[in-house]
């Protein structure tokens, strides 16, 4: 409710059934379905934004904005593969699949990440030629519904991602509704145009984690211990899951918040299943460094990273490198203002914009409409992915300069205080202007 | 005829070796001995190659395999040629779970018995057992053949796609949106291919085919005690 109207009328809304909440209960009523749709959370959560950095003063020794170097180069992967991953900055484009996204859309993030040398990911739909094309460094997801899964492009992959979930549906499976399951995107999964598909929620052919460390050298022994091989879990029993991964046999290990986006799964699941990011990333620096493999084996952290100080406090927290998904979709033109006439058209509006499984985007991206996806120009769209990732990093090294740090890894959680106790106790970072975390002893 | 003792020589030297033969292939026959369970025996091959495995195999034998006919001289683990592109696997002995999960192409026989989920979101391949399958065989399947000489147990078929199912013993429950079809004409004729092919001698007469009944293909609310 705007402020103008509560203080002219003394009308008060419910926190409680607040319009949305009403609005949901009325749609429920009428449907007889739960509501499916994209993006992430959208409820509040603590956050990277309840943290700050502690700058150097007299403690500590800044260095030169402009005259001083500061890496952002990451290797990831050289545990056992021969080939890691060599990137140039720390921020990778999580996995989207075609199917999901429109070609041009996959081609642009292709295009973007290669541009400031950094990987790219497909998704739960193979690998498409447009993708593999404009991608000089391609994570092939491995996925349970395993649709397009080849040995051919498992070859082609710079590494290979094992899906175990993801951060917006820990413990649910993907979901394409037949409005996009176009003729290319039912060959590519082998399934019917215009059925409503349901990926499954566990992988087809192992159960547990004893079992996972046999598939994953199974898929070593395919690549011929070549590549680098991921396992991304969405963030639920992070500590636990990182222990397990990294005995599985992970070379990278892939934290997804509850803040991550999806193409299409329940509301409920959205905003109900998970934890958030900030929360994630101690539990899984813990568990590694428990088992003396912090740095040897690598932590990606994904799930609402929207800026440099983002990223920055990612890796303050013991995260080697980051991947963004939402935000490159709206660097491409995602909930773009100009299309807002179109948006309200379908009922909705732009920035509000999250009903990607019905395939009707405006701006051209999560929709499989041949008219509809023309308008995003894989090139310019590529390029202003670039820029983005460019700020980002700027963001980030500006950040770590300001702490005193010559690469972004030498951030520490040292460098950062709470702006609340909930954070203070997640982050396991004192609250500001005090010595005191949370949960620990003084 | 190249031979490998898994006892003198690791999974890891066998696959390259067979993987080295993708390019310029110098040898096509290959006989493995005392296999001993292990796991990820001719995994990823890619060339017309003949494997045959002297005794047990652990997990994903054969996995992925396109083109190479593999021959295991005892029992598989699971996920026998899980997602199979083309060539054939033989299995002489009973297999695991997960046999031929989401295999794309090729043949899968089982002269034995296979475990629960065979066949499992299978995209394409032909598998015959000639034995019996467990629980959930077929679950997701999306498309290829599946023949059982035997018996299936639960949920034969749940949620399936597009799988021609043939079953000639009894079928102790159909899982959901999974039905039994009219056996026409061309299904007997491509029945007897498929047991042709496997080297199996039945009477195509004497099966049922199960099939989708394709009522959860799309979300419907009258549809939701199904999911």
Redesign the interface.
């Known amino acids: 409710m705007s402020n103008e109207l509560n203080e002219h009328t003394g009308l008060r809304e419910s926190a409680t059934f607040d319009r949305s909440t009403m609005a949901e209960i009325r749609r429920a009523a009428e449907t007889g379905i739960y509501d499916i749709r994209g993006f992430g959370a959208k409820r509040k959560l603590p956050h990277f934004d309840d943290l700050l950095f502690l700058g150097a003063s007299m403690s500590r020794y800044p260095l030169e904005g402009y005259r001083e170097k500061c890496n952002t180069s990451v290797t990831l992967g050289n545990r056992f593969a021969k080939k890691p991953i060599k990137l140039d900055i720390p921020i990778t484009i999580a996995g989207m699949s075609f199917g999901a996204l429109s070609a041009n859309a996959k081609e642009a993030l292709g295009r973007g990440a290669s541009e400031v040398g950094t990987s790219t990911t497909t998704g739960d739909g193979g690998m498409t030629a447009e993708e593999r094309g404009q991608s000089k460094k391609l994570i092939y997801q491995y996925l349970p519904s395993r649709y397009g899964m080849n040995p051919d492009d498992l070859r082609k992959a710079d590494a290979i991602e094992v899906v175990l979930g993801q951060g917006a549906k820990p413990g649910g499976g993907g979901m394409l509704l037949g409005q996009k399951i176009s003729d290319r995107v039912a060959q590519m999964r082998t399934l019917p145009k215009g059925i409503d598909q349901r990926s499954a929620c566990r992988h087809p052919d192992w159960t547990g984690p004893d079992d996972l460390a046999i598939k994953i050298q199974e898929l070593r022994e395919i690549t011929d211990w070549q590549v680098p091989i991921y396992i991304k879990v969405g963030a639920t029993r992070t500590y636990y899951d990182v222990k397990l991964a990294v005995k599985a046999g992970a070379d990278v290990v892939v934290i997804d918040g509850m803040q991550g986006g999806t193409a299409a799964t329940q509301e409920v699941f959205i905003e109900h299943v998970g934890i958030p990011t900030l929360a994630a990333i101690p539990q899984a620096v813990q568990a590694l460094q428990e088992m003396g493999m912090h740095r040897k084996v690598q932590l990606i952290v994904s799930g609402g990273i929207r800026n440099g100080a983002d990223v920055a406090k990612c890796m303050a927290l013991g995260a080697d490198a980051v991947a963004i998904g939402t935000a490159a979709l709206i660097a491409l033109g995602c909930n773009h203002p100009r299309y807002d006439e179109e948006f309200r058209k379908i009922g909705s509006a732009a920035g509000f914009y999250d009903d990607y499984q019905e395939g009707r985007d405006p701006a051209g991206i999560s929709t499989q409409d041949p008219e509809l996806s023309k308008r995003l120009d894989p090139v310019e769209a590529g390029h202003r992915l670039a820029n983005y990732l460019r700020v980002l990093t700027l963001e980030a090294q500006t950040l770590a300069r300001a702490c005193g740090k010559n690469d972004l890894r030498n951030l520490e959680p040292e460098d950062l205080v709470a702006l609340t106790v909930e954070s203070a106790a997640m982050a396991r970072v004192p609250l500001a202007g005090t010595c005191w975390i949370p949960g620990q002893s003084f | 005829m190249k031979t490998f003792d898994l006892t003198q020589n690791t ?2 030297e066998l ?2 070796a067979l ?1 080295d033969q993708s390019g310029e292939c110098m040898e096509r026959e290959f006989d493995v001995f005392s296999p001993h369970g292990q ?2 025996i001719a ?2 091959l ?1 060339q017309n190659l003949s494997v045959n495995i002297m005794g047990h195999a ?3 034998c054969a ?2 395999n ?1 083109k190479a006919t593999v021959t295991v001289h005892g029992n598989a683990g ?2 026998v040629a ?2 199979m ?1 083309s060539g054939m696997v033989r299995i002489k002995g009973d297999a695991s779970q ?1 046999a031929g ?2 295999a ?1 192409g090729g043949l899968l026989v089982i002269e034995g018995n296979a475990g629960a ?1 065979c066949g ?2 299978m ?2 391949v032909d598998i015959v057992v000639k034995g019996n399958v467990g629980h959930m065989s077929c ?2 399947g ?2 290829g053949n599946l023949v059982v000489c035997g018996d299936a147990g639960e949920a034969l078929g749940d ?1 399936l ?2 799988v021609h199912i043939y079953v000639k013993g009894h079928v102790k429950s159909l899982g959901a949106d999974c039905v039994e079809k009219e056996m026409r004409p061309e299904h007997i004729k491509e029945l007897g291919n498929l047991l042709s092919r496997a080297g199996i001698d039945e009477d195509p007469a004497r099966f049922k085919r199960y099939g989708s009944a394709r009522q959860l ?3 419907k ?1 009258d549809n ?1 005690s199904a999911y």
Do not use: L, P
């Open positions: 999974v890891r696959n390259q993987h796991h990820n995994c990823g890619d652990g997990y994903f996995g992925m396109k699971q996920g899980e997602n592109m997960a999960a989401t794309h989920r499992i979101s995209k394409g679950f997701m999306q498309a949620s796609y597009e293909y799309n979300f609310v939701a």
